[in-house]
């Protein structure tokens, strides 16, 4: 049997050369920078890394957004693992 919760959950994910991504399904965008954005989607926790990154387009309200500079990788965390943002001293300190 489908639980009800998991049927209406959608993610998307649309990478143009390296350079421009668009996402629906984007719940919060919890923190970012020129090199690293980490986003609550509706399947999970995702940081996208690279340079240059920046906001081109975000609407909460209907779960879209759009980035582009250069994307290095993208991970979806582990839904049970804990999120770990790096602070000011992890940035200063890579």
Known sequence: MI???KVNKQHDLHMLSRKQLELTGVQNVE???SEEFLLRTELGHLTIRGNHLH???LSLENG???LEGNVHSLIYLDPGSQVKS???FGKLFK
């Open 3 to 5: 639980e009800p919760s």
């Open 31 to 33: 923190s970012f920078d």
């Open 55 to 57: 906001i081109k387009n």
């Open 64 to 66: 879209l957004l759009s």
């Open 86 to 88: 790096k602070g000011l």
